[in-house]
């Protein structure tokens, strides 16, 4: 009986404490990019949620698609391509560069999108203008990770905010 009497005075107003706060989903996207020198590219990494994309997908282009990797729809790769394209942009020294799509893996919930930029000299500052998911999400947040030299800055872009610039040096 102490047992019960101690978890409900414990528990209880755990409870009432939790069930005060308004739970609200959030949204957001993660993009890892690295420079390799000794390459001349900027690899990117960019992690979605699936069914959030696969609605954008849908919106966007006014198809049914189907991001699953047991039934993917058959243009998936050309339509998430050329959406990075509209919604992805990358601009080094102020030279605006193209984004080679190299395909995607899916990892439980998410999808990790990969993505290429080819000859890229040494640099001081890129410019990334990331409005991914923003048609589908107001609040939508794109967390941006830049690495080079083994130095990481980071930054966030918003639907009202879309570019970040990023220096070295």
Known sequence: MKIVIRFF?????LMILLSSFDWHKFYVSVTNMEYKKEAKSIQIITKVFADDFEDILKLRFSEDVILSPESETKNANQLIEKYINAKFQ??????????NYLGKKYKHDQIHLFIEVLNVEEFSRVQVSNLILTDLFD???NLIHFKKDGKTKSAVTLKSDPKALLKFK
Not at 9 to 13: I, S, T, W
Not at 90 to 99: F, G, I, P, R, S
Request: overall charge negative; proline content about 6%.
């Open 139 to 141: 609040d939508q947040k």
């Open 90 to 99: 990358l601009a080094v020294d102020d030279e605006k560069k193209q984004l």
């Open 9 to 13: 005075f414990l528990v209880f107003p």
